[in-house]
Structure formats: structure tokens, C-alpha cells
């Protein structure tokens, strides 16, 4: 199909999906958006805080999906990753360098950069703190009240880093009640989970909650190599506290303190495809049998086997500390100011190769360039560290650290409300990262050697912003809003690195000391570099209130992603800063509630356009990549959230996201064996008209919750079914053909028993229970690591039991 042809299919697809939806609310189908337990026989609605203040979700003109406590409880909702299964406008993929190189995309936005220093597309924010990466929050999220996936530019009043949306995440606070309770849970791929709350009133005016939480799952990638365990498990634990403190009538404080500590098996490089670059398509099957070919195929073909001789794993540590602070200044007034310090660290490795090869104990002067043994025959050998690596290991090591200041002024009347405010936040990154590699002969240098670039960096962030943001009622049925940010971000990166080509060397146990007195290339890099960005967010719009059940809205609204910085090997005093990425959005939507409030519709349609993308290119005439500002994206779509309370015990819910996105103006290297006639034009291609990665057409989701009174018996029954689909995706920016994830449906189950006093509840849930095998991202590294996926635990089916009990 040529591509005019194309672009007229998606742009009539787009079209009748929209006639669609429109047809749909005004017939009144059974729609709308996931609220809590039901109350009587009419859906309860839930209250978000999208707008900084506390507001029905049917009132608030923005796109959201609201997830109540309730609803992520019965979807055995355990991490940010899980969310993918809940909302069809969320989607996650994992990375190559551990938690920080995961990628959160909505609306067909997420990391363009396969490097680091690109700021997040995705805003998340917990307890009214926007997190610096949106991976900090990727643990276990323990006691959580509710979170509001709203989608679109939200820069106004969420900041710089999201034009995609953002994840607001509210954890449950306390209360004067007294209330605790207990959870433990097992599946049937080891893991076993407990969890302990309790609340309750320490004095009239103190009110404290506690939650802790374990998790040990063992590894479910088996790892055929006897020098090394299997991987891909998981231990987990945490620890969360709030203090509210009723200072006097118009004061209150309230104090939180979170800690998450995970060590797991990482996310091994699981090999599914040859290398393209060998003489010999063999060599790699030879590596994984250990010398048989046909033992190397049957590695190669399980997506759930590997045979690595380097330990995979990541050792991650959070925590931070929240000052949330509430002054009543009168009746109109209210002055608000959150405070927060975070910390993290992580140490991430993996073996590069993806094979048991071994530098053994050779050197240079018996390693030939058609070395065998334990090498296996590989072009590249990753090695466990060198006398040069930072810390004396290879792999990826990171700190950060930060401070942020939000004080705002809230004021409410009949007909008018405002909020306006300054942001400040101080933040500090130090990383070290170090891959050796032992590689066979190459032209111009016949005897094997080794390479590596290890470097450091030391990187600060200083940002402020001020904020305001107006709703008038013109009168009784409509609705103005508007508002505006202006961010400004200054950056200092301190930059150190050697990059090495040695011949000399001595290995033992795949460790290496190298003499540098002889290296081919040993080049010194230490400078300091200086940036800056400023630029403004914002929003206009207006709200119809239709009918009493019903309004419409449309906004424009303009956001940008923060300053990027490349503090990759290829770093440089005249390379180091990105430009932000500018996007533009414009929204109409509905919001409609149905049948007596036992049906909802809330539904969204979208025009944006992103310019001077953030992503990764390599540098002509070198193999090193750097970020760097290229091209623009379009995307347009539908959203749309419904549920139906078809009886008092049965909540059907349905989630559907179409995304029309594509590349505009976009020049990319072009993949490993792409040729001329494929659209590959001096090591670049055209990918205008393409999909971006990890934006599927098409998502949506299905469930189905039923409670059912046992006669006789003191307890509720109850069931839950859900099902998400997903079309196919790419899962790399090159668009390699090998790296596509085909279309997929998982299935998921829950049923058990509570009393009717809700005080104890057994379950037995099933997750992927078709086994329908999915990657959450795909990649190559053509000769050294082959062509890789990142197989997840819910790649598979797996049971579990659950028992629940309150105090």
C-alpha cells in the first residue's frame, strides 16, 4: 500500500472511530467510568484531585480514568507496570539499564531515548510530589487509595514532563478510626507476599497510618549456566507512615515517610534471534549449547531459558519524606505547601553477550583471532570488570537525590476558583557505568583486544516555576478555564571518562587486568558544561453543562519535556544539552451519567503534535549514539471509559483507547541489515508516516465484577473477569521488522468469599491464564548480544491464593 493510501485508511479508521463514539453517547449505550463498590443501586462517583482540588470526576473537563482502592484490589494490582492490564491509555515497557530505562508512554508518547539524561514523558506523582523519574515508583505500591491516569498536556499545574498525562497517585491517609489489617498471599510460581496496615488516633488531635509489606518470588527465567543462578525473581520490602497533626482548627500537618528496598534477578537479555553480522549463523547457537548447536537452538526457541555466565540483577533503594501542610486562611483562602526530599540508588548488571562464552584464562599473546574454547567463537565477550572499571565492577551504578518546594494558594467561591503558586525543585545524579567487552580481530587491528568507555557523571538540576489557574461559571451551564506556567531549569554536568582500546591484557574468571601502555586508543575526557532551558506550559478552554447528567468540554493545551542532557560515551562540552520537546493539544470531550446513575460514559477526542523530539541517533562516522533533538509526532485519537451497574451485584466496565500517532519529519539510523530497496539511504531512513514505539492502534479493556449473597451462610461470593487487548507494536524506534510484538489478549480471574461485615476475605486469582507469551520490549545488539527480549513473570500464567483479614 503506498503510503497516501495509508495515511487515507488511517485517517477514515480515525474518522469512523469517532462517528462511533459520538453515536455511541448519544444513544446512551451501557457506559462510563470505573467507580468504587457500588452504593444502593446508582454508581458512586469518585472524587479526584486532577485540578488541585478535590472534585466529582464527572465535573472535571479533562480526560481520566480514575482507579479506586477497590478496583485495584480486586485486579490484583501489585505494581506501576501492572497498570498496563487497567487502563487501555497506559502503556510500559522495560529497558535495558534497569529501572531508570523503563518507559511510560500514554497517547503514543513515551522515551524516545534508548540512553539516559531524557526526561520522562509521563508525569508521576504521589501524595502531590512530582517524582523526578517515573520509575522511582515502579516497586510494590502498597497502600493506595486511588490513582487518576489523566491523559493529555497537564503543564499547567503537574509541570514540565507531561505531555503525554500523568499518573496521580493518592495513598490512603489517616484517620480517627481505628482500623488494621492483614494479607498474605502464594502463587503457584513461588512467590509468597504479606501485607500489615494499621490506623487509628494517637490523640484528639494525632491521627497515624502504618503500612508494611514483603514480597519473595522466585526466578522464573531458568539460567542453564552452573556457575550461576536462574533469574528474574524478586524480594521486595517496604515500609510507608503517615502522621496527621490537627495543629489547631485552620492547621493541620501531615507527615509521610516511605522506604522500598527490591534486589532482584534483573531483566536478562533472553536471546530469540541469530546475529545478521556473522560469517557463520551458527556461532551464536554454538555459544548457548555450550558447543552444540542443536542444545543452542533449544535455548534460542524458550523464551523462558537462558545460559548466561554473568549474574544478572538490580538492586534498587528508595525512600523519601513528604511536609504537606493545610492553612485555612479564612473562608476563600487556602494556603497549601508540600515539601519533600527523595532518594534513590540503584547497581544494575547483565550479561552483555547473552551467552556462557568466557574470556577463560587467555591473554593476548595466546588469543588468536579464530580463538575458540571457551570463547566459543564470539565476536564480543562481555566481561565481569576490569583493574580500569569505576568502583572496580562493570555495570550501572546510580544515586540521585532531590529536593522539592510547592506553595500554592487555593481560593473557592460559588462561582469562581483559583490556584496559583510557586515550584522549586533541587536535583543531584551521580552515575558511573562500565561495559568491557573482549572482541575477536577486526580490520586494522588483527589481535583480539579489549574495549570500554567507563565513565562518571556528576549531574544538578535547579528548577522554579510559577503557576496560576482560573474556572469561572459565565453562568449556570458554562464553564470557563484557564492557566498558565513558566518553567525554568538550569543544569551543571561535570563529565569524566577514559576510553580505551587495549591489546595487553590478563584474564582470569572473565576478569581482566589491562596495561594501558600499549593500547591501540587510551583517550581522557573531563569537562564541566553549563545549560539552561526555559519555556511555558498552559491551557483554555470552556464547559457546557448540557443537562443535569450531562456536559461537554474543549481545551487547548500546550506542555513541553524539561531539558535533556547526554552524559552518555559520546558525551561532549558541544553535544551535552537537548532543547525540550514542545507539544500542542487539542481536546473535545463528554461526560455523561446514564439510566439514574447506573450507567456512565466519559469519552475524549485528541489532535497533538510534539516538535523537536528528544530521542537517540548514532554520531556519523562512529559507533557511539547520543541523544539529540530530531523530527516531530502527530497523534489523534479516542478515549473513552464507561461502566454499567446492569444489576445491584453486577459492575461491568469497558476501557478504549484508538491512537492514531505517527512520525513527521523523522530521520533515524537504519536497522542491522536493512537494505536500499526497505528505505535504508546512507545509514539513515525516513520514518515519516510510522508508527512510534510502544503505541498500539488499538487497547482496550473489559471486566466484569458480580457479588452474589450465599443463602444461609454469612458471607458475600464474589467474581471478577478482565480481559485487555493490545494491537501490535513496535518495540525499538529503528522499526526492525524482528522487533515487533505481535497483537495480544490477556485474561485474568478472581473469585472468593467476605463476611458481610467485610472483616475477612479468601480469594484464588488467576493471571494470564490463556499463557498468551508477551515482551514488554525487544532490542539487538548485533554481534555482541544477538536479538534480546525482556520476558516478564506475566508472560506466563500463574494461580495464586489470597487471605485478607481487618481488625
Known amino acids: 500500500m503506498s503510503q497516501a493510501n495509508s495515511a487515507g485508511s488511517n485517517r477514515n479508521t480515525f474518522t469512523r472511530t469517532m462517528l462511533a463514539m459520538c453515536v455511541a453517547s448519544v444513544s446512551g449505550a451501557a457506559i462510563a467510568q470505573d467507580g468504587g463498590r457500588t452504593r444502593g443501586n446508582v454508581i458512586e462517583e469518585v472524587i479526584v484531585t486532577a485540578q488541585k482540588r478535590a472534585q466529582a470526576i464527572s465535573d472535571v473537563p479533562l480526560a481520566i480514568h480514575a482507579l479506586t482502592a477497590d478496583k485495584l484490589e480486586s485486579e490484583r494490582f501489585e505494581s506501576l507496570a501492572d497498570l498496563k492490564l487497567i487502563s487501555p491509555s497506559f502503556t510500559f515497557s522495560h529497558g535495558t539499564a534497569g529501572n531508570f530505562s523503563n518507559s511510560i508512554s500514554m497517547r503514543g508518547l513515551g522515551s524516545f531515548s534508548t540512553e539516559g539524561g531524557v526526561q520522562p514523558s509521563v508525569s508521576t506523582v504521589v501524595d502531590g510530589v512530582a517524582l523526578a523519574r517515573s520509575t522511582e515508583f515502579s516497586s510494590d505500591l502498597g497502600d493506595i487509595e486511588r490513582i487518576e491516569v489523566i491523559t493529555g498536556p497537564q503543564g499547567t499545574l503537574f509541570g514540565r514532563n507531561s505531555i503525554g498525562g500523568a499518573l496521580n497517585i493518592v495513598r490512603a491517609g489517616p484517620s480517627e478510626e481505628f482500623a488494621a489489617s492483614v494479607e498474605v498471599a502464594a502463587t503457584d510460581d513461588d512467590e509468597v507476599m504479606t501485607k500489615a496496615m494499621i490506623n487509628g488516633a494517637l490523640t484528639d488531635s494525632v491521627q497515624v497510618r502504618l503500612n508494611a509489606f514483603y514480597k519473595d518470588r522466585d526466578d522464573h527465567i531458568r539460567n542453564l549456566d552452573a556457575t550461576q543462578g536462574d533469574a528474574g525473581g524478586e524480594k521486595t520490602r517496604g515500609f510507608m507512615a503517615k502522621m496527621n497533626v490537627d495543629v489547631n482548627d485552620d492547621v493541620s500537618v501531615l507527615l509521610s515517610f516511605d522506604y522500598v528496598n527490591t534486589e532482584t534477578g534483573g531483566n536478562p537479555l533472553v536471546t530469540f534471534g541469530l546475529d545478521t553480522l556473522y560469517p557463520a549463523p551458527q556461532t551464536r547457537l554454538v555459544a548457548l549449547g555450550n558447543g552444540d548447536a542443536a542444545r543452542g537452538q533449544q535455548v534460542l526457541d524458550d523464551p523462558f531459558t537462558v545460559n548466561a555466565n554473568t549474574e ?370 546512507g545509514g539513515q531512513q525516513d520514518l515519516s508516516g510510522e508508527r512510534p514505539p510502544q503505541a498500539p492502534e488499538l487497547k482496550y479493556t473489559v471486566s466484569a465484577n458480580y457479588e452474589q449473597p450465599l443463602p444461609a451462610l454469612p458471607v458475600v461470593g464474589f467474581t471478577n473477569v478482565s480481559y485487555v487487548w493490545q494491537d501490535e507494536t513496535a518495540t525499538d524506534l529503528a522499526r526492525d521488522p524482528r522487533l515487533e510484538q505481535d497483537a495480544y489478549g490477556l485474561l485474568n480471574v478472581s473469585f472468593g468469599i467476605r463476611d458481610t461485615q467485610e472483616r475477612y476475605e479468601v480469594s484464588v486469582f488467576g493471571k494470564n491464564v490463556t499463557d498468551e507469551y508477551y515482551s514488554l520490549s525487544k532490542g539487538q545488539a548485533d554481534p555482541v548480544g544477538g536479538y534480546f527480549q525482556f520476558t516478564n513473570r506475566g508472560s506466563q500464567a500463574y494461580w495464586g491464593i489470597a487471605a485478607k483479614y481487618q481488625f
Request: proline share 3%.
Open 312 to 681: 544478572h540483577y538490580l538492586d534498587y533503594n528508595q525512600n523519601g519524606l513528604v511536609a504537606d501542610v493545610s492553612w485555612q486562611l479564612n473562608e476563600e483562602w487556602l494556603l497549601k505547601s508540600i515539601s519533600a526530599l527523595r532518594r534513590s540508588e540503584q547497581f544494575f548488571n547483565q550479561d552483555i553477550d547473552s551467552s556462557p562464552a568466557s574470556m577463560g584464562n587467555l591473554d593476548s599473546t595466546t588469543a588468536t583471532s579464530t580463538v575458540g574454547g571457551s570463547t566459543y567463537g564470539m565476536f564480543g565477550v562481555y566481561l565481569d570488570g576490569t583493574n580500569l572499571s569505576p568502583g572496580g565492577r562493570s555495570g550501572i551504578s546510580n544515586e540521585m537525590e532531590y529536593f522539592t518546594q510547592e506553595i500554592r494558594f487555593e481560593y473557592q467561591r460559588a462561582d469562581l476558583s483559583l490556584v496559583t503558586g510557586l515550584y522549586v525543585q533541587d536535583y543531584q545524579e551521580d552515575g558511573a557505568i562500565d561495559v568491557p567487552l573482549w572482541i575477536r580481530g577486526a580490520p586494522g587491528l588483527p589481535t583480539p583486544f579489549i574495549q570500554s568507555d567507563p565513565y562518571y557523571n556528576d549531574y544538578s538540576q535547579q528548577t522554579w516555576a510559577l503557576f496560576s489557574d482560573v474556572t469561572w461559571d459565565l453562568n449556570a451551564v458554562v464553564q470557563l478555564f484557564a492557566g498558565i506556567r513558566w518553567t525554568d531549569e538550569e543544569a551543571t554536568l561535570k563529565h569524566r571518562q577514559r576510553s580505551y582500546v587495549a591489546r595487553d591484557f590478563d584474564c582470569t574468571n572473565n576478569i581482566c587486568d589491562v596495561d594501558l601502555t600499549t593500547a591501540y586508543v587510551n583517550r581522557e575526557v573531563d569537562f564541566e558544561s553549563d545549560g539552561d532551558a526555559a519555556d511555558w506550559s498552559g491551557r483554555v478552554g470552556a464547559k457546557w453543562d448540557v443537562t443535569e447528567e450531562s456536559n461537554v468540554y474543549a481545551s487547548y493545551s500546550r506542555g513541553f519535556i524539561g531539558i535533556g542532557v547526554n552524559y552518555t560515551r559520546s558525551s561532549t562540552p558541544d553535544n551535552t544539552y537537548l532543547e525540550p520537546s514542545v507539544a500542542d493539544s487539542f481536546e473535545v470531550g463528554f461526560k455523561s451519567d446514564l439510566f439514574d446513575r447506573t450507567a456512565q460514559v466519559h469519552g475524549a477526542i485528541y489532535h497533538m503534535t510534539v516538535d523537536d523530539i528528544q530521542s537517540t541517533k548514532r554520531i556519523p562516522g562512529s559507533t557511539l549514539t547520543a541523544p539529540v533533538n530530531v523530527g516531530k509526532i502527530r497523534s489523534q485519537g479516542v478515549e473513552l471509559n464507561t461502566s454499567w451497574l446492569a444489576t445491584d451485584m453486577l459492575m461491568l466496565t469497558l476501557g478504549v483507547a484508538y491512537t492514531d500517532a505517527e512520525f513527521q519529519e523523522f530521520e533515524m539510523d537504519c536497522y542491522v541489515g536493512q537494505t536500499a530497496a526497505q528505505g535504508c539511504v
